[in-house]
């Protein structure tokens, strides 16, 4: 190949790949790409509900239907069957009640402990905040048999006390790491200014740090809630009855049963995911800006 | 941003402001006052050590014991470890572990990659965070739920994505997903990285516009395409990012139960059995807890190597931020 030819035909590649670049970063290619992900994203939601408000017969429709004309009547049928005889009152009220606690107990505690490592030093703190961190990154399963042997000795098994226990433990670690961050981004000259005016330590925390700090606390809120609601290897393992089962549990139940209730599964899993979608839609700033500084800076 | 070093001049200059300097409070208040460091973390610490180090240390004792229903715990030393060790069931586990985190990371890490790439292609803001909150939507759905769904949409008599391939041509009679052991463990790593790929592409974004407009712009005066753009400013520069995803991604397959539980229970014939769930079968199922310690143990060394490269790394980008 002569010197010439060479030049042209990387020339000529060089050109290919020019075209391929705009291609790509076309407007037409972008929202083509962009398009294709969200139908792979959200398709199974939607698939969800639409399964959640049909019949057995519509179910086992094959090929099925991507609109539900065989929808039943009334349409909220599954729905309330789950609700009152499939005892979706109660493990509701266990999710709620479980979260809620476990998230008010978690931010309260996190943020105490978060504002004291951005603020004090002590001996060792160093290396009791990257336990901290190394608590968060342990897997859960391992914990499991320590947590289910504790739990049935002091006869916690099957109550939500158990469930708040494990989830202040799984998250309790993440909030500090996060609230602490969030501590650190806020200037000490602040707190200074304040004792300077004569405050006290809680009256700069409570007045001046903490206001300033409510975005981070309430990403940590709606992360530790989501987390509590969605778990579901300890609250299938620790509980048993109506009295502490989660909603996760309850659509796992649907398996159990001799034909797969696969419409019952599907409200029950849409229920499950709801607060998590309305969380999700309204307050995505926060969970985006929640997830990434958890990840990023611990 | 607090430099490191103010926050420490403040912290000595505490002393100062201390005590009758204060004003006029009492001596509840000045106590807190005085000690408030302990009153902001003593409780928090006192919580974090009973619900971290009494399971922790519980977890040593029961792996050094034979420990069920029937029988006194009994002091064995090690032999739970070395009866991991010679268990076929434990290698298979693993090895499907492994190869369940090697696929669905890197499945999950290419889609989260492509969707903020393209997102941070948009320039609308409004625009951007719509196509945010729809691929957001899948981190939301709880794990065993998603599990469940897709186990429903892969059915091999009714499921969804039967009737797309029919539909499409793909296939002449229906798959078994989650039946065939091949496509089954094939299934779990997609679902897997359904699941996962949200998270990648949230941090991936964040770290796409941490890159500075110009770099870009002085590049395409220089006549850069966007392939050599992608190479030479987007990926340098997205690395410190893509390698922390790339670790929590791992981590967490590496402890994946929900998904695996719901969709196949690790069947069939053990094909998609991996750790978590084995951990599970031996000790909620088969009740035998010395035995289920000690694969709990094992199972958290191997995370603990990914967990110190991890904090090496946030130590490292902290300090660099100080």
């Given at each position: 190949m002569s010197m010439k030819e060479s030049l042209t035909s990387s020339n000529r590649q060089y050109e290919i790949i020019q075209q391929i670049g705009r291609f790509i970063t076309g407007k037409y290619a972008v929202t083509a790409v962009l398009s294709a992900l969200v139908l792979y994203f959200t398709f199974p939601v939607y698939w969800t509900f639409v399964s959640s408000i049909k019949t057995m017969g519509g179910i086992h429709a094959f090929p099925p239907n991507f609109i539900p004309v065989e929808i039943i009547d009334p349409i909220w049928k599954n729905y309330t069957d789950l609700w009152f005889q499939r005892a979706f009152n109660m493990f509701t009220l266990n999710s709620l009640v479980v979260a809620i606690v476990t998230t008010v107990l978690v931010v309260t505690f996190g943020t105490l402990a978060g504002y004291g490592f951005s603020r004090f030093r002590f001996p060792y703190d160093d290396y009791v905040f990257i336990g901290i961190l190394g608590a968060r990154l342990l897997p859960p399963i391992g914990m499991l048999v320590p947590f289910y042997r504790l739990f049935s000795i002091g006869e916690l098994i099957d109550t939500r006390i158990a469930l708040i226990m494990v989830y202040t433990y799984m998250n309790l670690p993440l909030v500090v790491w996060l609230m602490r961050n969030y501590f650190v981004s806020i200037p000490a000259d602040l707190d200074e200014a304040a004792y300077i005016d004569?405050?006290?330590?809680?009256?700069?925390?409570?007045?001046?740090?903490?206001?300033?700090?409510?975005p981070g606390v309430a990403a940590c809120a709606i992360l530790t809630f989501l987390f509590s609601w969605r778990e579901f290897l300890f609250a299938f393992v620790l509980t048993f009855t109506e009295a502490s089962k989660t909603i996760?549990?309850?659509?796992?139940?649907?398996?159990?049963?001799?034909?797969?209730?696969?419409?019952y599964l599907a409200a029950a899993g849409f229920i499950a995911m709801l607060p998590a979608?309305?969380?999700?839609?309204?307050?995505?700033?926060?969970?985006?800006?929640?997830?990434?500084?958890?990840?990023?800076?611990g | 941003m607090a430099s490191r070093s103010t926050t420490k001049d403040i912290r000595e200059g505490f002393g100062l402001f201390s005590g009758d300097e204060t004003g006029d409070?009492?001596?509840i208040r000045e106590w807190i006052n005085d000690k408030f460091m302990f009153v902001v973390l003593t409780p928090p610490l006192a919580l974090l050590g009973a619900i971290v180090l009494l399971p922790t240390s519980y977890l040593v004792w029961t792996s050094t014991h034979i420990t069920n229903q029937y029988r006194p715990d009994e002091f064995i030393g090690l032999e739970n470890f070395i009866q991991v060790f010679q268990d076929p069931m434990f290698y298979l586990s693993l090895q499907h572990s492994v190869m369940y985190v090697l696929g669905s990371v890197t499945v999950a890490f290419?889609?989260?990659?492509?969707?903020?790439?393209?997102?941070?292609?948009?320039m609308s803001k409004r625009v951007r965070s719509t196509f945010t909150v729809l691929i957001l939507l899948a981190w939301a759905v709880p794990l065993v739920v998603t599990g469940l769904i897709?186990?429903?949409?892969?059915?091999?008599?009714?499921g969804i994505v039967n009737g797309i391939f029919m539909e499409l041509g793909l296939i002449s009679e229906n798959l078994g997903f989650i039946t065939d052991p091949t496509l089954a463990f094939i299934s779990i790593i997609v679902v897997d990285a359904w699941a996962r790929a949200p998270f990648a592409s949230i941090l991936l974004l964040a770290g796409l516009q941490t890159i500075p407009e110009d770099l870009y712009e002085a590049a395409k005066v220089d006549g850069a395409n966007f392939l050599q753009q992608f190479r030479d400013i987007t990926l340098p520069h997205l690395k410190p990012?893509?390698?922390i995803a790339l670790l929590i991604m791992s981590m967490f397959a590496f402890r994946t139960f929900s998904i695996v539980f719901a969709m196949t229970g690790g069947g069939p014939a053990n094909s998609t059995?991996?750790?978590?769930?084995?951990?599970?079968?031996?000790?909620?199922?088969?009740?035998?807890?010395g035995y289920a310690s000690a694969l709990s143990i094992i199972m958290i060394i191997i995370t603990l190597i990914f967990v110190s490269i991890y904090v090496l790394q946030v130590q490292e980008d902290a300090l660099e931020t100080a």
């Open positions: 004569g405050a006290t330590r809680f009256q700069t925390f409570k007045d001046i740090i903490l206001p300033l700090a409510k996760p549990v309850g659509a796992m139940m649907m398996l159990e049963d001799v034909v797969i209730l696969w419409n979608l309305l969380f999700v839609i309204l307050f995505q700033r926060h969970i985006v800006s929640g997830l990434t500084a958890g990840a990023i800076k | 409070v009492g001596p290419l889609l989260g990659l492509t969707a903020a790439l393209a997102i941070n292609q948009v897709w186990r429903f949409m892969l059915h091999a008599d009714y990012q893509a390698a059995r991996v750790l978590a769930t084995y951990i599970y079968s031996v000790g909620i199922t088969q009740s035998r807890l």
